[in-house]
């Protein structure tokens, strides 16, 4: 059964840094994507940050020029966090696109990491 863990989250002062972290293991196939989600109270999950294999990485406009996601070769991402608001307080989950060849993709999801920036 695939696993994916999220950690690094907390609270941290409105202007400081956090850097999320996301371990995706017991991978049968191979990872084409890993993204971060959160999804703050009320509200929907919204896309952050997406990383693909051969496609530009996607940020979305709120955290552009702030937050950077990156990917090692383990099937690991990585979300740093920097001059954070008060508005980026939520729970962040990691996810990750399994590719099967023969039976197509499985989405696998982490079950999230508390964020809170106070002012």
């Known amino acids: 059964q695939v696993q994916v863990m999220e950690s690094g989250g907390g609270l941290v002062q409105a202007g400081g840094s956090l850097r999320l972290s996301c371990d995706a293991s017991?991978?049968?196939?191979?990872?084409?994507?890993m993204a971060w989600f959160r999804q703050a109270a009320g509200n929907g999950r919204e896309l952050v940050a997406q990383?693909?294999?051969?496609?530009?990485t996607y940020y979305s406009n709120s955290v552009k020029g702030r937050f950077t996601i990156s990917r090692d070769n383990a099937n690991r991402a990585y979300l740093q966090m920097n001059s954070l608001k008060p508005e980026d307080t939520a729970v962040y989950y990691c996810?990750?696109?399994?590719?099967?060849?023969?039976?197509?993709?499985?989405?696998?999801w982490g079950q999230g990491t508390q964020v809170t920036v106070s002012s």
């Open positions: 990383i693909t294999s051969k496609r530009p």
């Open positions: 017991r991978i049968i196939f191979t990872i084409n994507t």
């Open positions: 996810y990750a696109k399994e590719i099967d060849p023969t039976h197509g993709d499985y989405d696998h």
